[in-house]
């Protein structure tokens, strides 16, 4: 379970019933999470408009796999091995994918327009769930994806006059994050241990293989912003794994969607960029749609416990 910005990831179960006291740290670790990936996010978007992609996703993705391995250490062997290789390699795939969109889409749009198309993968799980599955969808939540993905075109506007294109980018990383989240289904056989090294270690061999075809010397001034990338990102997705751990998830994944609060601040702090009305409203809409269909998932949950 590493979602690569503010997105939020599938429900899992957690085991037992968690106090209350319990569920409101997991909140309270939920939102310092979402809080830290949009710092992650800012610092993507500054360090975008200088660097290539492709080398600021090879610097977060090796500093995630180098505090990984090290908290790892220990049991870094027993921890590699996995039941379901291929799956875990396509995970790894998928995830860097959704990475590489977002950050490439930063370059050209807003960073709340982005977090908010990005923001529509909780519905588009459930699709995945129902077409690869075999879980149920039924009419009330296929029009609650219908809905988000309505809110998604608000904001892109395609044929409009002030249509970005690289407002895709961030679309089809939806679609990317929510394959490896139905991936990650898949493996639930293995540890949570297990897919965060897969998915920093098959992230880190690929984008090695691509950033010396794109790598700019780094100046000394923005040595800091890579290693900010790094330890944001890291933080970030400790934060979200133990919140997911100690709270259920159907109560605390819908407070994921402050980070659109966070991306708006951010926007208009460092680049002066306030979303327009157009954005808004397809927030809205997204947000909307993804309460809902979570609302539906935890009923089922509920149902079949």
Same mark, same amino acid.
């Given at each position: *379970?590493?979602?690569?910005?503010?997105?939020?990831?599938?429900?899992?179960?957690?085991?037992?019933?968690?106090? %209350?006291?319990?569920?409101?740290?997991?909140? #309270?670790?939920?939102? *310092?999470?979402?809080?830290?990936?949009?710092?992650?996010?800012?610092?993507?978007?500054?360090? &975008?408009?200088?660097?290539?992609?492709?080398?600021?996703?090879?610097?977060?993705?090796? &500093?995630?796999?180098?505090?990984?391995?090290?908290?790892?250490?220990?049991?870094?062997?027993?921890?590699?091995?996995?039941?379901?290789?291929?799956?875990?390699?396509?995970?790894?795939? /998928?995830?860097?994918?959704?990475?590489?969109?977002?950050?490439?889409? #930063?370059?050209? +749009?807003?960073? @709340? !327009?982005?977090?908010?198309?990005?923001?529509?993968? =909780?519905? $588009?799980? /459930?699709?995945?769930?129902?077409?690869?599955?075999? !879980?149920?969808?039924?009419?009330?939540?296929?029009?609650?994806?219908? @809905?988000?993905?309505?809110?998604?075109?608000? +904001?892109?506007? =395609?044929?409009?006059?002030?249509?970005?294109?690289?407002?895709?980018?961030?679309?089809?990383?939806?679609? /990317?994050?929510?394959?490896?989240?139905?991936?990650?289904?898949?493996? %639930?056989?293995?540890?949570?241990?297990?897919?965060?090294?897969?998915?920093?270690?098959?992230?880190?061999?690929?984008?090695?293989? &691509?950033?010396?075809?794109?790598?700019? =010397?780094?100046?000394?001034?923005?040595?800091?912003?890579?290693?900010?990338?790094? $330890?944001?990102?890291?933080?970030?997705?400790? #934060?979200?794994?133990?919140?997911?751990?100690?709270?259920?998830?159907?109560?605390? @994944?819908?407070?994921?969607?402050?980070?659109?609060?966070? @991306?708006?601040?951010?926007?208009?702090?460092?680049?002066?960029?306030?979303?327009?009305?157009?954005?808004?409203?397809?927030?809205?809409?997204?947000?909307? &749609?993804?309460?809902?269909?979570? *609302? %539906?998932?935890?009923?089922? *949950?509920?149902?079949?416990?």
């Amino acid at each position: *379970m590493t979602p690569p910005q503010t997105t939020l990831p599938p429900i899992i179960a957690v085991p037992g019933n968690p106090g %209350r006291a319990t569920q409101l740290t997991g909140i #309270l670790l939920l939102l *310092m999470a979402i809080f830290t990936f949009t710092l992650m996010d800012a610092t993507g978007k500054y360090l &975008a408009t200088r660097y290539h992609p492709v080398q600021v996703v090879w610097v977060r993705f090796v &500093a995630n796999l180098a505090i990984v391995a090290l908290v790892l250490a220990p049991r870094l062997r027993s921890a590699l091995a996995t039941r379901r290789p291929v799956v875990q390699l396509f995970r790894g795939v /998928t995830q860097l994918g959704s990475i590489l969109l977002f950050f490439s889409s #930063l370059q050209f +749009i807003g960073l @709340a !327009e982005a977090t908010a198309i990005m923001d529509i993968n =909780p519905v $588009l799980i /459930t699709l995945g769930a129902a077409l690869f599955l075999g !879980e149920s969808i039924g009419i009330r939540r296929a029009l609650g994806i219908a @809905a988000a993905l309505c809110g998604a075109l608000i +904001i892109i506007r =395609p044929g409009a006059g002030v249509f970005q294109p690289a407002a895709v980018l961030p679309l089809i990383g939806a679609f /990317t994050y929510a394959a490896g989240a139905i991936l990650t289904r898949i493996a %639930r056989s293995d540890s949570t241990a297990t897919s965060v090294l897969w998915s920093a270690l098959v992230g880190s061999v690929l984008a090695s293989f &691509a950033v010396p075809f794109f790598w700019q =010397p780094i100046a000394a001034g923005d040595l800091w912003a890579f290693a900010l990338l790094g $330890l944001f990102g890291t933080v970030a997705q400790a #934060l979200l794994i133990r919140a997911f751990a100690l709270a259920e998830a159907a109560a605390i @994944a819908p407070f994921g969607y402050t980070g659109l609060i966070w @991306a708006g601040l951010w926007g208009w702090l460092f680049w002066g960029n306030l979303p327009d009305l157009w954005t808004v409203t397809g927030a809205l809409i997204i947000v909307g &749609a993804g309460l809902y269909v979570w *609302m %539906r998932e935890a009923r089922a *949950m509920n149902r079949a416990g």
